[in-house]
């Protein structure tokens, strides 16, 4: 059910609850949680290009390094995972084999920050 709610979130965008409550925002494209300190914001993350039509994906990071990058599908099934043994700024993700769809993208800072971004793929 928790699923089902994050996915209405990140296809629809919501930003009905707030930091006080402890809630989610919702823009459409991402889901980010809501405290200041645990969120890596927009301008400091460039994801390119977004659908993917080529079989590769970019992530940069700015003032932060990137510790952990996971691709899930919509069921929850994890379709990519590395975990990075010394952070780093840049990564290219091939998508060899994974079908075209709506997938989540998590990235973790080196300081534990997150942010999930919805990541197209139309290869």
Known sequence: MKLLFLILLVFWGYSGLDAQTGGWQASGNEVIG???SDVIGN???KIFPNPVTDK???IEVNNQAIQELRITNIAGAVI???RFQTP???HQIVLENVPN???LLRIV???????TSKLMIRN
């Open 34 to 36: 809501t405290s200041s």
């Open 43 to 45: 301008q400091d993350v």
């Open 56 to 58: 590769r994906v970019n």
């Open 80 to 82: 990519f995972a590395k």
């Open 88 to 90: 780093v700024t840049k």
């Open 101 to 103: 769809g709506v997938y």
């Open 109 to 115: 800072s080196d300081s534990n920050i997150t942010r």
